[in-house]
């Protein structure tokens, strides 16, 4: 008897994707489907797939269905300005009543149906008002990856840990090289996920190496490293041979400097852009003062990209923006340098420029007016500015760990900048030559394997009070086991156990006798010394959790209940400050007398417990008063203090005060020119406008903690109106 035929059934068809999809005038790629069907399941999922192939669709399908069930959706983002971004994006397809905004900076429609807001508020919510999100039906967690930044990647561990199980959520991430870890362990705590890998490119892209002025392709058909960048890589290492040889000889013993890269001259490199087609570009130089400098260098070539038609357009914006903000005449030359590039169609992107002027560059660059931007490497983090060609200017950066290569995520990043869907054929990324800028390393980028997300779980006192709030110490002890770091070590756990058991084997199949009892003895050893291995792993969290505790009732943050412990009025308010020093700028609430100081006085205190200066300054508190100075150095022995407990407690957090801000707060708040402030500061105006909205941040922190006397209240709220001015204020 013959079998009968068998059919594979057919695939569901869900009409609210066929609804979406008439949304778009091109087709959606199989992935975005694919993921859509899975949420319409309630499974949630990680989208892995390169920069610009269209990620965000996932995103987009999970607001329209949520809007559709007259649900709520939560768009996280890693950085403010990513969500401001996509806040205005939001804007150009949703009226604006469904679409809010919430950031340390403004808060805009905080109950719409769809609100755009950083992982940190979103984190604070899941602690302070877990309520507010019975409503929502997904949490999209754009740009995932950041997961792996060393000081902030436990933000993203935090949520995914307490994030009601109705919600579903939508990762969206670069390409990584653990995703099904990632999702096997988000699919053990919250609900089933599903992995949906992209690896193509909406766009292919062509890498070539930049060598005397020519460019040269890095592959050739059959996907080999070219023959002509073989031979330059050879001419390359006899250069660089015979540059060593030749410093030696000039140092002598001591070996001699390292000779300078011989870097291409930026304007060159531009030239050869345009003379191939291959603009508007992206060129990525891990340096502020480079990026600037190699601005000017275009500017005194006398190069425009621009017709006068363009130049007129860019003359306009720039003429409305400071009309609108004169304070910008008084920024420093990369200002003025900037603007006189622009409507040459050339410019920077980088921290050192106020926000304001940032945004002016994306905005001009989208609109292709600019054709070239010299930016550093947070231009590749997500903002929505995708160029025909990214240009590599080094393939190492100097970090606070020193010099090191580009990791192939970072490089990937940046690359994937290149190449517009639905604009470009193909996308072009250039890297720079040199002695020091091997064709094999750039192979070997290309090439290379992802990187895997780690764990950067980590504990503070915030974390901790609210752990408290909600929990008992048993309770406790489950979420902080449901950490992405304590589930890779339950994987080495896993083989810790199993070498144990061998050797357990081993010690059973051993007859005691004189000659084997040094080997017993020995092997016992080893059995306990790995079960105190494994007893360790297992609650690597709870012994620095235990510790954490022990601060916190010796500063009297909580106090024993019985067998529990709950948290006192000053642990109440402790656990509202969302900052690094957030115990010590609860203990220094707790310990200075306000009552003598003004508003914008104590606005500069607290700017002491948050500024973080990326170098060395110069002290200079002469617009300071005595008074405010006798605060700061009691601001000092209260640091000590905790510092002192923590030391005894083997707790590593960072505990620091930097003074030198606060005498440009009392500048400001007092009412100075912009100008006024850079003649106490070495610091670029880009920092000072962080710094400062840093400190208000804070200041709206404080102006609502629980158990604040209202004269204080009162005061931070006068603080901040000082302070919240001018070239400080947030342009959406």
Known sequence: MSKLPTSTPAPRVYPIIEQFKARYDFPLDTFQIEAA?????????????PTGSGKT???????????????QVIYTTPLKALSNQKYRDLLEHYPEDQVGLVTGDVSVN??????????????????QNPHRLDSVLYIVVDECHYMNDMDRGTVWEEIIIHAPSHICLVALSATIANAHELAAWISSIHNPMRVIEHRERSVPLNHFYYHEQRLVPVFDDQGEMHPKLQRIATKLKQQKKQAQQQARLQGGKRGGKRPKPDKPAEAQVVEVLQAENMLPAIYFIFSRKNCDDALEHCLDSGMSLTTPEERKLIEAEIKALVQEHPSLKETGPSTENLLLALPMGISAHHAGLVPMLRHLVEILFQKNLVKVVFATETLAAGINMPARTTVISSLSKRTDGGHRTLTVNEFTQMTGRAGRRG?????????????????YQTADLIEG?????????????????????KLERPEIRGVLQKSFGQYLTNKEVINMSLQMEQKKQALEQIAPSAETKSYIRHLRGQIRTIQKQINRQREIYLQEFD????????????????KAWELTALGDTTSHIRAQNDLLISLVLESIDFDELSPVEIAAVFSTLVFEPRRNMNHDLSPCSNQLRKVFKEILYVADDLRY????????????????FAPLVILWGNGCKWSTLFKFTEMADGDVVRAMRQLLD??????????????????????????DRDLIQIIL
């Open 37 to 49: 069907q899975e949420l319409l399941e309630g499974r949630s999922v990680l989208v892995t797939a």
């Open 57 to 71: 669709i996932v995103a987009e399908f999970a607001i329209f269905e949520a809007l559709d069930r007259k649900l």
């Open 110 to 127: 905080p109950g719409a149906s769809v609100v755009v807001m950083t992982t940190e508020i979103l984190r604070n919510i899941l602690y």
């Open 423 to 439: 604009k470009d054929p193909v996308g072009y990324c250039v890297i720079l030559g040199g002695m020091y800028q091997s064709p």
């Open 449 to 469: 394997d992802y990187d895997p997300i780690a764990s950067h779980f980590s504990l503070s006192y915030n974390m901790v009070l609210n752990l408290f709030r």
């Open 547 to 562: 510790a954490i505790s022990r601060v916190l009732q010796y500063f009297r943050r909580i106090k024993p209940q019985g």
């Open 645 to 660: 407990v923590q030391e005894e407690e083997n707790i590593h957090l960072p505990i620091t005060v930097e003074f030198d």
């Open 698 to 723: 804070l200041l709206r922190q404080l102006e609502t903690l629980p158990y604040a006397p209202d004269t204080f209240k009162a005061r931070i709220k006068e603080a901040i109106a000082a302070i």
